[in-house]
């Protein structure tokens, strides 16, 4: 059957084969996967083909406003679309918009109401014409108007066409929800992926592994960002744990040397005696025990950046000869005669302050004038607010992946952290975190985990301040040095932890002992890790103030 032979077909059996046509094709073109436009100009067609409802349109109201518009129409040229703006309640279409019923204009040229403003009268048939209107509904909301011209000396019934126009706008009103969940979806993915790329934006600001958002940290970033590209030597200040050596990585990233090595060295950390070969290497034979020609670390960063940690602790000898790198960008072995060129880029830092060493005598003049080119102060975690929190969910995270286990924060968790003055700063806050995950019970670190681990945290601090102060217990001769005490795998063992004199022992140190086997049911494991010991150190203390032989075997709780 050809269109033109289903319009000329009016008997009932015809019309009932084209309408259930007419419902199959739309509702082909509903699912097609096409756009809302194609599906629903295609309906209208379909209405004006096959069964002379002409001119369709379906006006919809316009968002936030009181008003609705043509947006599809079959058969009406764009003015005549354009004209298509009704105030709801206005003429048919608003009225139809405004009541929801059916609206039968039986000839358009008798009805006051109809206001003939899309499409002028004269360019209609001269034939009598009418005008049907219904509801587009969806869950009870009205979404617009379908309407539609007829020719009223046509045998169909008009109840037929409203039947069919209803059976028509539910699925308008399918295709126009669908589309807005679509919109919808596709908006909040948008806003997901903007969000993401926001976040993988910060993400590349915080700049190799820098997180914070506080106004301090932002600001001493800005200023290594700003000076990394350059090839000035840059002093960062600050105390200890407060990211030096990451923001000096971070200048060495984002600079032209990145492809070149990045070195690091404590001058603090390393005898004075070994310190200037390390620095400098040396020459075959330029003293006992140096059997081989070696390089030190300045000419391993040749092309790169060199890493001073610690520079207020060098020696003024080894000052001098930095000084002689800084002017010459060369360097003598030791037991050497020759000047070997470098071209390092200097990146200095001290917890010291400076200026008050070059006062005392213990500090060059013009190394310090030298390196104090650009100095950048690293704030303490004290002073940024709000970093605690975002840094300590960092470090949940990362100790969660490193110990394999999915820990979270208990109710007032991140309150207390946030409250605690963090002496040790970031790196403080990174070591309770991990121990913090260690003796968590049930995936959840709760306040009381914390609270014990930070008392235990200001106990070193008090011991380290108060020194003497207190009652200590020594150890049996020989008194264990620190250097050789035994590793802390899981922690780092620098200052908060590692000025912790571990050949000694407090005597009021047996409580918080108790309390962290009270807290992990009598395991001495997770007790030391609690208090960010070893075993063998969590015992030894146990130990030296006579409690190991008092306590019930382990696994009771009952300490
Ligand atoms: N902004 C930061 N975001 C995430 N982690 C950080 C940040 N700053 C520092 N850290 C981490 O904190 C710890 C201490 O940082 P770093 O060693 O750079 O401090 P430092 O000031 O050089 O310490 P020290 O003076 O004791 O040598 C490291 O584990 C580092 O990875």
Redesign the pocket.
Known sequence: MTLTAIKNLETDTDIEDVELLIIYEASRLMTHGGSPDEAINGILRLMSQMIGLNRGRVALKDPGAETMSIRYAYGLTTPERERGHYVIGEGVTGRVMQTGQVAVIQNIDDEPVYLTRAVERRTLPQETVAFLAVPIVHNDARLGVLGAHRLRGRKRPFSRDITLLRVLATLIAQILSLNRVIAEKTALLADENRALKQALDQQTE?TH????ESPA?RHALRQALHVSPTQATVL?A????????????MVHITSQRRDGPFMAI?CAAIPEALLESELFGHEKGAFTGAVVRKQGIIELANHGTLFL??IGDLALDLQSKLLHVLEKQAIKRVGGTQDIPVNVRIIA?T?KNLQKAVNEGRFRIDLFYRLNVFPIH?PPLRERAG?VRH?AR??LQTANHEFDRNTVFGMGVLERLESYNWP????Q??NVIKRAVLVAQNREITVDDVILILQHEAHIGEHLEAGTQQKIIPPPAPVMPAASAPAMPLF?P??NVAQRSYGWVRADEGQSLLDALRLTGGNKTRAAMTLGMTPRQFRYRLERLGLLDKLPPSGTPAV
């Open positions: 915080v592994g820098i997180l914070g940290l960062l600050g105390e200890s744990g407060t990211g030096k050596e990451r923001f000096a990585r404590n940690d610690e830092a917890h690293l970093d840094l960092h470090f040790g700063n970031i790196r806050l990174e780092d620098r200052p």
